[in-house]
């Protein structure tokens, strides 16, 4: 088991290249198996979730190329196996973006069924409710849903849910159904957007992602593409609060600064210096922060993927802040690991209150997952003394080389694996 040591202190200082969506990845991998020809994708992001993907798509036949660490080429002409193993699921819910892209080519598609995660229950009634919209008769044995239709045909789909999962995987299978679908509800995400470009540049005929409805007309083959996938605009706001949080000067480079509002925006509001480029954000944090209150909504609203980020950073902000978490039901469990930090928290429901201390006081903490862990260590990096964070492996689902980006911006921070590499790191450090 690995851990992230990190002695705290230090300002963030620097320039830090941003790698591609995991998110947008995730499902473009997936959909990049729709036409049996060869697709590259490039800008993909080297973290454990995209490789367990890419496994998976492998182990149902397709041929897998890689060019480099953040390139490949799919070709899913060799695909006989329409069943996605549990074990894939367990590691990596996103694999049933695999459900709509065999359903719209193949027609069938079995897939685990996802359970809940760390955050919550994460239903898919609505995937599901699109795919029966499209013809299709999904069924839910042994833990398997089974898809299969004769023939797929456009129709009309509100979703009760504003949901970024089963935007995706229903626009994908309608792609190819007959006729025309139209998706009101739908979720705006830039990912959702760049799934939309990437199945037009391969013959797909998807007009409104972005917006609230989603017109598809259905294409009865897609063809091969070169694609680059958009930065990663949770991986760009967790160095954004890491630079508020240690005080520090930070500039995000390769991201698209629209994609950030709703972080600039609270940054500003918790007396930040932004300045926005091109393709580049900087972040100021001189003197106190402010405290600020959150909600978490689908995008163009503050994300849920950075209310961990946040909730660290208000900790340690000037006045009591409020946080409600309206996405995901189970989203504050790193606030208890932040109390063994010294912080003033109180959870209510979906609601946080957060009293700012001064500082916090270095500790050993677990990461409860993904955007959490990362959160905990910006906690460790903006307070003096010795952290240690357990369970990195959810970071490293979604973080490429975090500890190394951390580093080149002034951060002492080092992967570990034993007590002696912990020893021999408070000894240097001390
Ligand atoms: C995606 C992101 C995740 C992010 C989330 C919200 C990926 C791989 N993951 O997750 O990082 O936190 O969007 O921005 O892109 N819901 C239903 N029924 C459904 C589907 C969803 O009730 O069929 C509910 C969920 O429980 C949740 C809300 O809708 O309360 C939003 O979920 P959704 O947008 O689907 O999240 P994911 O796509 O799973």
Redesign the pocket.
């Given at each position: 088991m690995e851990q992230y040591i990190i002695k705290g202190g230090n300002p963030l200082v620097g320039e830090v290249e941003i790698g591609g969506a995991?998110?947008a990845a995730?499902?473009i991998l997936a959909a990049a198996i729709m036409t049996d020809e060869t697709v590259t994708i490039e800008n993909i992001p080297d973290v454990n979730d995209i490789n367990v993907l890419l496994e998976a798509i492998e182990g149902i036949g397709a041929a897998i190329q890689r060019i480099d660490r953040h390139s490949v080429k799919i070709n899913g002409s060799g695909i006989r196996d329409f069943n996605i193993e549990y074990d894939y699921i367990k590691k990596i819910?996103?694999s049933y973006y695999l459900l709509g892209a065999l359903l719209g080519k193949y027609k069938k598609a079995e897939v685990a069924l996802p359970g809940g995660c760390n955050?919550?229950?994460?239903?898919?009634?609505?995937?599901?409710?699109g795919f029966r919209a499209l013809g299709a008769y999904v069924d839910i044995e042994h833990g398997k849903i089974i898809a299969e239709a004769d023939r797929l045909k456009g129709s009309h789909i509100y979703f009760?849910?504003?949901?970024?999962?089963?935007t995706?995987n229903v626009m994908m299978t309608a792609s190819m159904s007959e006729g025309l679908t139209i998706l009101e509800n739908v979720?705006k995400?830039p990912?959702v957007v760049d799934v939309a470009n990437f199945l037009n540049s391969m013959g797909a005929d998807i007009r409104g992602a972005g917006t609230d409805v989603i017109k598809i007309r259905g294409v009865s083959k897609l063809h091969s593409t070169t694609y680059s996938i958009i930065p990663d605009q949770?991986e760009a706001g967790t160095f954004m609060f890491a630079a508020a949080a240690t005080r520090g000067d930070v500039t995000v480079m390769n991201v698209i600064p629209k994609h950030l509002e709703a972080t600039i925006a609270k940054l500003v509001e918790m007396g930040c210096e932004v300045e926005e480029f091109d393709d580049a954000v900087r972040v100021v944090s001189k003197g106190d922060l402010r405290k600020t209150h959150v909600k978490t909504l689908?995008?163009p609203g503050f994300?849920?993927?950075m209310q961990p980020q946040i909730g660290v950073t208000l900790a340690l902000s000037r006045g009591t802040s409020t946080i409600t978490e309206s996405?995901?039901?189970n989203r504050f469990k790193y606030l208890s690991e932040l109390a063994r930090m010294g912080a003033k928290v109180k959870v209510e429901g979906n609601s946080a209150t957060i009293e700012g201390v001064k500082a916090l006081s270095a500790a050993r903490v677990s990461a409860p997952d993904l955007r959490a862990g990362a959160a905990l260590v910006i906690a460790g990096l903006a307070t003096d003394g010795v952290t240690i964070v357990d369970d990195i492996m959810y970071i490293q689902r979604g973080y490429e080389r975090f500890e190394e980006k951390l580093a080149s911006l002034g951060a002492v921070i080092e992967r570990v694996s034993t007590e002696r590499e912990i020893q021999k790191f408070r000894l240097r450090v001390s």
């Open positions: 995991k998110n995730l499902a819910r996103a955050i919550g229950s994460r239903p898919i009634d609505q995937h599901l409710k009760d849910v504003v949901t970024v999962g089963a995706i979720a995400e990912h949770i689908p995008y994300p849920t993927d996405i995901f039901e």
